[in-house]
């Protein structure tokens, strides 16, 4: 089917660009001065907001995410501003009650988002509803989202059945998100055809370039009625970014479906981007370009990433390659859902433990359990119901939609974050990320909020930052040979996630973590390896969320003692054997390096 008509554009350099390529680490202040410039391009949209732009602004670049929407609403006053929803989600990884995402939804409009992409990981429309409600109320544009990705229940048929229920619910155009680049061109026009003979609402096709073939969806999707495309400025494009905005143009420019864009103001604006690119190098992933592999493993590329930093940690990236094998396995047990937040990092940090561990589901992830309860919506396929058993035992199914379960909260979180809220934008803040937030609002006040450093340019130029990045030195002795190592630092002191940098040289692998580990100081620097049967300790690095024993408890073989954090999932760890707690030597928010005694246990 060939279709007559001009294609608009939503550009993704302000969001998904930097957030898949750099971290989500792009300041406001990188944003601003071009801003002139795309307000003149003539986009339908450019998508400046949700995601993970929200947790990096708070986390790491110490930035007020509100702030930096109406700064940019003031900068392109006559294009549409559009960000990114996890439906029942938000932009946290849990399900909020009703009143948070109406509140949320309502403050957002009011800030300037003019356009909403809600989607759920899980593909359940009933985890849509409340938002989809809530910006139809403002006025405001709400597109229903198919989170897409192949497997035995992901047909054609099904995608349309949920367009029609999103339709039910009043959205106002429907979008592909292709969030891994699993698409393939042909599809892509099936697909694309199918949701247009279906539906009179606009289509738009968002796709990763993961696999190489994203710019050759794009085109099959123009040519099967599709009405819009998400493009990169192409010094953000391409990889497990998206096809280049100037490369699309180019392609449609003289004919039916031209864009209308002017390419040569876009190729300025790209060269502006190219300088900025180089800031933030620190950031860029080993695993950004072409890989067909996702089309076997789906994952995507900022969760490769991820998985890379973790393993990193745990001195094993030679395992990259079981884990990503491993991974489609364990999304056949849970029913297989799409590979997008949070069910991404529920699916990876589960692989991950089942590789490092040695044994598949020795040790099971809450966010795990709580997925196989249903706790985060009705899985697409059939799960795997003896891991079921073994992960929630008797406890009851979570069959309804799971929100229902949730008291409203709005009150109580604005009693808690208390004076620390100025706004209720602020308190929002909280609401999202509490830990996080507090720490940021906190700072807000005191006026010590710091972003990380950036490093030096490689060419030598110095990008403008503030922070810590003086080098710090060791001499480390291994098997009776000194060395000196100088490792740098970038982060604050105590937000829990740092980033190291140093020259091995030809240093042997246990001299690298050796230095890193006095360098964080393994926790507290002075914790002893674990060797008796009772000593506690974790399997990988993370965070300590609560300890729920004390010295002198009596705990039974297997008992919860400890509740850790890594990669934004939590994990139970257990007692090895049943006796008395003889010590603890963790509290919550303590860091924590494998190996290390955590409890004492006799």
Known sequence: MTMNKKITVTDTILRDAHQSLLATRMRTEDMLPICDKLDRVGYWSLEVWGGATFDACVRFLKEDPWERLRQLKAALPNTRLQMLLRGQNLLGY??????????????????????????????????????????????????????????????????????????????????????????????????????????????????????????????????????????????????????????????????????????????????????????????????????????????????????????????????????????????????????????????????????????????????????????????????????????????????????????????????????????????????????????????REAGTLTPEALLPIPDGTTATATGEGVPTEFVIDVHGESYRVDITGVGVKGEGKRHFYLSIDGMPEEVVFEALNSYVGGGDGKRKQASAPGDVSTSMPGNIVDVLVKEGDTVKAGQAVLITEAMKMETEVQAPIAGTVKAVHVAKGDRVTPGEVLIEIA
């Open 94 to 443: 849990r399900h909020y009650s009703d009143d948070v995402v109406e509140a949320f939804c309502a403050r957002a409009a009011e800030n300037g988002i003019d356009v909403f992409r809600i989607f759920d990981a899980m593909n359940d429309v009933r985890n849509l509803e409340t938002a989809i409600k809530a910006v139809k109320k403002t006025g405001k544009h709400a597109q229903g989202t198919i989170a897409y990705t192949t497997s035995p229940v992901h047909t054609v048929q099904a995608f349309v059945d949920q367009a029609k229920a999103m339709a039910d619910m009043g959205v106002d155009s429907i979008a592909i998100k292709d969030m891994a680049g699993l698409l393939t061109p042909y599809a892509t026009g099936e697909l694309v055809a199918a949701l247009k003979a279906a539906l009179p609402l606009d289509v738009v096709i968002h796709s990763h370039d993961t696999a190489g073939v994203a710019s050759m969806c794009q085109l099959k999707a123009v040519e099967n009625g599709a009405d819009r495309i998400d493009t990169a400025i192409s010094s953000m494009a391409w990889g497990t970014s998206h096809p280049g905005t100037e490369s699309m143009v180019a392609a449609l420019r003289n004919t039916p479906y031209d864009t209308g864009l002017d390419l040569e103001l876009i190729q300025e604006i790209g060269l502006y981007f190219h300088a900025v690119r180089k800031k933030y190098h620190q950031f860029e992933s080993e695993f950004t370009g072409v890989d067909t592999r996702v089309q076997v493993n789906q994952v995507p590329g900022g969760m490769i990433s991820n998985l890379a930093n973790q393993l990193k940690e745990q001195g094993a990236l030679n395992r990259m390659g079981e884990v990503l094998e491993e991974i489609p396995r364990v999304r056949k047990d849970l029913g297989y859902p799409p590979l997008v937040t949070p069910t991404s990092q529920i699916v990876g940090t589960q692989a991950f433990f089942n590789v490092l561990a040695g044994e598949r589901y020795k040790t099971i992830t809450n966010e795990v359990k709580l997925y196989l309860q249903g706790g985060y919506g009705k899985a697409p396929g059939e799960v795997n119901e003896k891991l079921r058993k073994q992960a929630i035992g008797s406890e009851e199914l979570i069959e309804c939609r799971p929100a229902d379960l949730l008291k409203p909260e709005l009150a109580r979180l604005r009693k808690d974050v208390g004076d620390l809220a100025k706004s209720e934008e602020d308190v929002l803040t909280y609401a999202m990320f509490p830990d996080i937030g507090r720490k940021f609002l906190e700072a």
